[in-house]
């Protein structure tokens, strides 16, 4: 497989070498799935200052929070009972409730714990286990109620406000609706028409590709192979590849085991480099898309200034391309010691 990447210099008399007529290279890299844009800019100082969420957190706990457990059974929705008897789905601690502003035919939200705050040392193997089996729950629930609708799931997850979370308490997202979300259904078709035409499983010789390399493959565990993605779509861009899975109901209880260790790994790192905010995805197919495999991706999302700002700008908004000031091969070598 090729994993493509156009590298070019620009030329400047550089105010930090006594204006000496310097050559900065620059980077665009393509998706190997999609052909996706990624630009890999060489930032001058990458290492992103402590963030302290306290004043935030506090200021929230003075708001009202419809998921803290004294409100959630009065403010927030139920389920129709003949879907879920009771109207609330439980797993462990987390409860699966519908979105109030619901962006897809089933929406609903994942309340991962009773908690108002968790800060990243605190999401545990057993809370994300627990979280995202609750959420597969619904989905398949959804599928098997309305299999004519609820074609294609999705689990995603803004951890904080950096990332477009737009309550404290920690919660995901779970979607399923006859249309696949823009980025999956991309994959989908990838997937199949990597496999008309080459006979092969895209998934499988992007992992063969990758172990080979060896410089952005980070490890196992158990059956999942971790990766840092190739053409990021942030910034310490991680992708878990499940092989051989592409259904919400292939994926089991030992799968999630794996994908909360995995996890826990990234997490520690993104904690250790003032990574305070993060996207994440956990993307499913149905039976029929054939050569897709389960993958969860997750992308840290920070603030170049230490208290307002975004790290989108007219390249993701107005240009559908990502960029980064981390290396994946620079990362990967850091992030592989946790592996
Ligand atoms: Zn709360």
């Avoid at 629930?141 to 309305?146: E, F, G, K, T």
């Avoid at 799931?153 to 404290?168: E, K, V």
């Avoid at 039976?287 to 700008?313: L, M, N, Q």
Wanted: hydrophobic letters at 35%; one cysteine or more; proline letters at 8%.
């Amino acid at each position: 497989m090729e994993l493509r990447k156009v590298i070019s210099e620009a030329l400047f008399h550089h105010p930090a070498k006594d204006f000496a007529l310097t050559p900065v290279s620059c980077e665009i890299r393509f998706d190997p799935l999609t052909g996706k844009r990624s630009r890999i800019i060489p930032f001058r100082s990458p290492k992103l200052p402590h963030h302290d969420w306290t004043p935030y957190v506090e200021e929230s706990r003075q708001r009202f929070c419809p998921f803290c457990p004294e409100n959630l059974p009065k403010s927030t929705p139920r389920f129709p009972q003949e879907m879920v008897p009771g109207g609330h789905l439980k797993w462990g601690q987390a409860v699966v409730v519908p979105n109030l502003s619901p962006y897809d035919t089933y929406a609903a939200v994942t309340v991962m714990s009773p908690e108002h705050y968790l800060p990243i040392p605190a999401l545990n193997s057993k809370l994300i286990t627990e979280s995202f089996r609750a959420s597969l729950e619904f989905i398949k629930l959804a599928r098997s109620h309305d299999p004519r609708q609820a074609l294609y799931g999705s689990i995603g997850w803004n951890y904080m406000p950096y990332a477009g979370g737009s309550l404290i308490h920690p919660h995901l997202q779970v979607l399923c609706g006859p249309l696949a979300g823009a980025y999956t259904e991309e994959m989908i078709c990838s997937s199949r028409t990597y496999l008309a035409e080459k006979g092969r499983c895209i998934w499988e010789d992007l992992l063969e590709t990758e172990r080979e390399r060896g410089e952005r493959y980070l490890g196992q565990v158990g059956g999942s192979h971790w990766l840092a993605s190739f053409a990021p779509r942030g910034l310490a861009d991680v992708t878990a590849i499940f092989p051989q899975k592409c259904t919400p109901e292939d994926v089991e209880d030992k799968d999630l085991e794996e994908l909360a260790e995995g996890l826990q790994k990234v997490l520690r790192y993104y904690e250790e480099n003032n990574i305070a905010s993060f996207n994440a995805a956990f993307y499913f197919a149905r039976k029929e898309d054939a050569g897709f495999w389960c993958h969860f991706r997750i992308v840290g999302r920070y603030t170049i200034y230490p208290v307002v700002g975004s790290d989108h700008s007219h390249l993701q908004v107005l240009q559908d391309e990502f960029w980064t000031i981390y290396s994946p091969e620079e990362m990967a070598a850091e992030l592989k010691r946790y592996f």
